[in-house]
């Protein structure tokens, strides 16, 4: 199985229809089986896209409208293998100018989904009003045992008014009855909390039982995702490991690595992506 995880930052960046394409070149290459991705955004005042563009959609949550500028729609349109796929809007970026949302996308078929808020806002105007978006899926085949693929974009452990750890507890009690009932459960994202700092955000994570998929890689690289200043972090001058692929339950992973970072495939965003194969 392979994943890959990427935070976007859709329609932030220069030549955004060119890093669309080469990113589209880069999933066909690879040929991954299923793909989360965060800041995916649609301009607000966009056209609704027509329903022959959502022929592979799923709706997760009712009423949700996909632009026609959709960064995920596009990219799927793309890409040489139909991808099964939903997106859920979190909040409004830009004093309301985009819908900012999480998108997954499979080969197989979506055959459930789980959704909700982790952050304690419930203002779709701010910008820290945050959401998990889960699917349940399989990989390999329709008789293969499904898996939940989930994609998530939190807070900041410091962060005064959305602190981490409570909106670390609300994803714990959505996916309790999951994990609870034996389903596997693969987490994927941007965590916004570094993995090389102690006492913070990742070790409160891997207390809860998660496994990170690039400690238990048999072969991975340095693992850093964000090397320079980026929104969130604009005083950062060192390689942070912020971005993940977690599993509910402990699974050594063939190989983790960092892509989309120059060297292993073109720079599409301010974060470099994840890919893991299990």
Known sequence: MKLLTLNTHAWHEDEQEKKISQLADFINERGFDAIA????????????????????????EPGVIVRADNYALLLLEQLD????????????????????????????????????????????????????????????????EPIWLCSAHCGWWH????????????????????????????????????AQIRGEGYDYVMRHGWCDLYTSALEKDEGSTVLKAIGGWENNKQPLRIDYILSSSHITAKKSEVVLDGKNGPVVSDHFGVAAEV
Do not use: C, M
């Not at 995916?40 to 563009?53: C, I, M, P, S, W």
């Not at 507890?169 to 994202?189: C, H, N, S, T, Y």
């Open 37 to 60: 991705l965060q800041e995916v955004n649609q301009l607000a005042t966009a056209e609704q896209a027509g329903a022959e563009r959502l022929t592979q959609y799923a709706e997760a």
């Open 81 to 144: 293998t139909p991808y099964y796929w939903t997106w859920l809007p979190t909040h409004g970026a830009y004093h309301g100018r985009y819908d900012e949302g999480v998108a997954v996308l499979t080969r197989e078929p979506i055959t459930d989904t789980v959704y909700g808020y982790v952050s304690g806002l419930r203002d779709y105007l701010n910008y820290k009003t945050r959401r998990l978006l889960g699917v349940k899926t399989t990989v390999g085949g329709p008789d293969s």
């Open 159 to 194: 962060d005064e008014e959305e602190p981490f750890r409570p909106q670390w507890d609300r994803a714990e009690a959505l996916l309790k009855p999951l994990r609870d009932a034996g389903e596997k459960v693969f987490l994927l994202g941007d965590l916004n909390n570094v």
